[in-house]
């Protein structure tokens, strides 16, 4: 396979694990591109390599930025802004964690707290019913969340360490 084709199977497949992640093909694309430019890239780069618009190409830049995945670089000289990705990929790992758990799970909690509240007769059946649920949902989520939060603690081998031992 050569140099452009594995290029661009790398940018659409990142691409695609993107839309996993809770962000666009295009956040992705992007990304990915950064990832693996060896030297920062200015937005009309950006915009040739992955046929994209000014507007969308700004803006999915400014995500990138808001999610702490992406760094603008000035050069000296240079009026145009350069950005990088960061290229430790645990780095992002954490950081893409981080920011799913503070999009998602923080305020999924927040509702189902706000659930738990809910008045009524507590002796009815149905009320009762949406309570348990809400309590279990509750549950659950706050575990994963307790999870995720100690794996954005953990360094690289501590992380690698703790998932083998959930394997054997």
Same mark, same amino acid.
């Given at each position: 396979m050569k140099y452009n084709e594995a290029k661009d199977k790398f940018i659409q497949t990142w691409g695609t694990l993107g839309s996993s992640w809770g962000i666009s093909r295009t956040m992705a694309q992007v990304h990915a591109l950064l990832l693996i430019s060896p030297e920062s890239l200015c937005t009309e780069e950006v915009m040739e390599e992955l046929k994209i618009s000014r507007g969308n190409c700004n803006?999915?830049?400014?995500? /990138?930025?808001?999610?702490? *995945?992406?760094?603008? @670089?000035?050069? $000296?000289?240079?009026?145009?802004?350069?950005?990088r990705a960061e290229k430790d990929i645990w780095k992002v790992a954490k950081q893409i964690i981080?920011?799913?758990?503070?999009?998602?799970?923080?305020? =999924? /909690?927040?509702? *189902?707290?706000? %659930?738990?509240?809910?008045?009524? #007769?507590?002796?009815?059946?149905?009320?009762?019913?949406?309570?348990?649920? =809400?309590? #279990?949902?509750?549950? =659950? =989520?706050?575990? $994963?969340?307790? $999870? /995720?939060?100690?794996?954005?603690? /953990?360094? @690289? #081998?501590? *992380?690698?360490?703790?998932?083998?031992? %959930?394997?054997?």
């Open positions: 803006m999915t830049i400014r995500d /990138l930025m808001d999610w702490g *995945l992406v760094y603008k @670089e000035l050069k $000296a000289g240079e009026r145009r802004e350069f950005f981080k920011e799913r758990r503070k999009r998602e799970i923080e305020p =999924v /909690l927040g509702v *189902l707290e706000e %659930l738990k509240q809910v008045e009524g #007769n507590k002796t009815d059946k149905k009320h009762k019913a949406l309570v348990d649920a =809400v309590t #279990n949902i509750e549950s =659950v =989520v706050e575990k $994963a969340d307790f $999870a /995720l939060e100690k794996a954005i603690k /953990l360094d @690289e #081998n501590a *992380l690698i360490g703790t998932l083998f031992k %959930l394997f054997k």
